[in-house]
């Protein structure tokens, strides 16, 4: 099997926000932490596009590298996970992070800095299979079930793809053929050459 | 004056050349990141997510199931748009 991968499809998204309440009922993720947000630019004006973050189960992951107290694992899906019980808080993923996922509860009145907690993919955590312990500390195991993330599943426009590598890649392909555009938004010339591959913004 | 000026500035200027592109490319070694020492896992040891009850260890009925639920996310499958374009026979 790939590895376990999300991609977003920044054309179909809409912004309902779906994903990140489907995110937040499955797995009773406390208040103030978002495991799942949209980012949106150009906001209101023409060429708005909007994208579903969360995270991204790095290859190379950077939490992974930066944790003083070793306690990110992966799985051999590619799944980038953590044992809350080993986690001190000390936010210095949410540094290492480019896509600022791993977040860190802000409860008590004095803002202390409760155990990260992030998106698992919907794969629990190194608690067993769909006990009480690991919903409370990391939410429901859906890929135990022989199910796919909540939020790319809930999503109503499947803007936002998750599962095998090779199957959403396919599915993108398939997408980008059929609408005669899009590749333009990967590769070198997107990186490096940006004033030829701007899209054009029809008004 | 001016004539033994330009003559020693003249004599001068590759060491100038040598000394100023010695200290500008001093910043551009680039010293290794990369971790010297492994990282190891100190957490709890987790189970595979195929060897719960429902699939009982088997991982490849597991893979094929995930596989099969992420071609749910194609609807291109589901509603073939291809097929509606074709015309009627009747």
């Known amino acids: ?203 | 004056m001016s004539g033994f000026r330009s003559k020693y500035a003249w004599k001068a200027s590759p060491v100038l050349v040598f000394c100023a592109l010695t200290l500008g490319l001093t910043a551009c070694g680039e010293i290794d990141q990369t971790a010297k020492v492994d990282k190891i896992y100190a957490g709890k040891k987790d189970s595979k997510a195929y060897e719960g009850t429902k699939f009982a260890g088997d991982k490849a009925k597991w893979e094929s199931a995930l596989v099969e639920r992420s071609k749910t996310q194609n609807e291109y499958i589901r509603t073939d748009v291809a097929d509606v374009k074709k015309p009627n026979p009747n």
């Not at chain 1, 599915?171 to 591959?197: C, D, L, P, T």
């Open chain 1, 1 to 203: 099997m790939a590895r376990m991968k999300f991609i977003c499809d920044a054309e179909r998204c809409i912004e309902c926000n779906g994903c990140v309440t489907a995110c937040k009922s499955e797995h009773e993720v406390p208040w103030g932490v978002n495991r799942r947000r949209l980012v949106t630019v150009n906001d209101g004006k023409p060429g708005e596009r909007s994208i579903s973050v969360a995270c991204m189960h790095c290859t190379d992951a950077p939490c992974m590298a930066v944790c003083p107290v070793d306690c990110f694992y992966k799985t051999e899906e590619g799944v980038v996970l953590h044992d809350k019980d080993l986690c001190i808080g000390c936010g210095y993923c949410f540094y290492a992070c480019p896509f600022g996922a791993p977040q860190c509860p802000q409860a008590g009145a004095f803002g202390l800095r409760g155990k990260m907690d992030k998106c698992t993919f919907c794969a629990g955590g190194p608690e067993e299979d769909h006990s009480v312990a690991e919903i409370k500390k990391y939410g429901r195991n859906r890929l135990a079930e022989g199910k796919l993330p909540a939020c790319a599943e809930m999503c109503s426009t499947k803007a936002l793809l998750g599962g095998d590598g090779e199957v959403i890649q396919s599915i993108y392909k398939q997408r980008v053929k059929r609408r005669g555009k899009g590749e333009e938004v990967w590769g070198w010339a997107m990186a490096y050459n940006r004033k030829s591959a701007k899209p054009e913004v029809k008004v």
